[in-house]
T-cell receptor, first 116, second 108 residues
């Protein structure tokens, strides 16, 4: 099991462009989380998805950000019309999760977005 | 709203000294609490969870509901313990909220 795979590891965009970050969860995991890490701020929850469903997107900015986890393929975090403030490391994590207990989160290596 | 506070950004101790990384949480229900660790050039990974009541790599953490704390402790720090440590609380069964992290440096 290769673990949670994120790509690209590094992405450079100019202001106004779009950024797409991809995350393939561990095999057998149906729960995906996205976190943003800014300096001095730790890991900030953005969105939690299960296959084809957004369960909780309370941490996502209302505009320009969207996430999906289709039936087939990786989860995608999409940032439209990027601004300098979007520069950060974006981490994906996956878990099995159950109705009784939160599962262990397995993290990817992160995608570092730099907006010029 | 759920919140996790880790008051120390950096904690430096000498090898062999005791370590305590502080974590306080705010959560109205019955929380699940975790410590995650990120060693240099490695992924963030689970260190321990309160429901397991286990000791991992010599670390323990006790949930104190009265003080809403979940401090991480180790009696004798080792150089290989140097890492970034994150405390996390889980809302319901899925929403992980992380603190800002504490960088532990163990000095020789």
């Amino acid at each position: 099991n290769a673990g949670v795979m994120q790509n690209p590891r590094h992405l450079v965009r100019r202001r106004g462009q779009e950024a797409r970050l991809r995350c393939s969860p561990m095999k057998g995991h149906s729960h995906v989380y996205w976190y943003r890490q800014l300096p001095e701020e730790g890991l900030k929850f953005m969105v939690y998805l299960q296959k084809e469903n957004i369960i909780d997107e309370s941490g996502m900015p209302k505009e320009r950000f969207s996430a999906e986890f289709p039936k087939e393929g990786p989860s995608i975090l999409r940032i439209q019309q990027v601004v300098r403030g979007d520069s950060a490391a974006y981490f994906c994590a996956s878990s099995t999760g159950t109705a009784r207990s939160a599962g262990e989160l397995f993290f990817g290596e992160g995608s570092r977005l730099t907006v010029l | 709203a759920q919140r996790v506070t880790q008051p120390e950004k950096l904690l430096s101790v000498f090898k062999g000294a005791p370590v305590e990384l502080k974590c306080n949480y705010s959560y109205s229900g019955s929380p699940e609490l975790f410590w995650y660790v990120q060693y240099s050039r490695q992924r963030l990974q689970l260190l321990l969870r309160h429901i397991s009541r286990e000791s991992i790599k010599g670390f323990t953490a006790d949930l104190n509901k009265g003080e809403t704390s979940f401090h991480l402790k180790k009696p004798f720090a080792q150089e290989e313990d140097s890492a970034m440590y994150y405390c996390a609380v889980v809302s319901g069964t899925y929403k992980y909220i992380f603190g800002t992290g504490t960088r532990l440096k163990v000095l020789a």
